[in-house]
């Protein structure tokens, strides 16, 4: 597999697909999934960070802000990761011993598709792959979110400076 990706077709369940399908990793919805078999519960907070766990244990956890930080470490399963942003919109995933072990953007479609892709052929366990995934898709949208507000504030602002120099 060189990259997953997410079947929005029903977005109270999305899929995460290997590749572009059929193989279905998980099913993830809003506070819980079931990937391989396993249910987990999904708690995810833009200032305070993501958490997965299933039986009472963590599969995947951080507590850096996924709207802010300049560096999120996260453990999939214990294996430490740490998601590097290249630019404002392209992010690396880099394993344990540093080495770039996936990547993915915001830009063309990023939050709607919210592509993951590796380098090469991975070797990754399924439940790694699956917690980066969900970990990257909390990220674009948290990092969405925060455009969208400047965004809206702008337009805002603007459109009452219009009326109080129209009134003048």
Excluded at 49 to 63: F, L
Aim: proline letters at 4%; charged letters at 25%.
């Amino acid at each position: 597999m060189h990259y997953v990706s997410w079947d929005r077709t029903n977005r109270d369940a999305l899929k995460l697909l290997a590749e572009d399908g059929p193989d279905i990793l998980g099913v993830f919805e809003h506070d819980r999934a079931i990937v391989c078999g396993q249910h987990w519960e999904l708690t995810s907070h833009p200032e305070t960070g993501a958490v997965a766990t299933s039986g009472g244990r963590d599969i995947v956890r951080t507590s850096d802000s996924l709207k802010r930080a300049k560096r999120i470490d996260v453990l999939v399963e214990d294996t430490p990761y740490a998601f590097i942003p290249e630019t404002s919109k392209n992010w690396v995933v880099e394993g344990p011993d540093g080495a770039k072990v996936a990547q993915f953007t915001q830009d063309h479609n990023g939050v709607r598709k919210a592509i993951l892709e590796f380098e090469g052929e991975t070797a990754l366990p399924p439940t790694h792959v699956a917690g980066l995934a969900w970990l990257s898709r909390s990220v674009l949208e948290a990092r969405k979110m925060v455009t969208s507000t400047a965004l809206i504030a702008t337009l805002v602002f603007l459109s009452l400076f219009t009326a109080v120099v129209a009134v003048l």
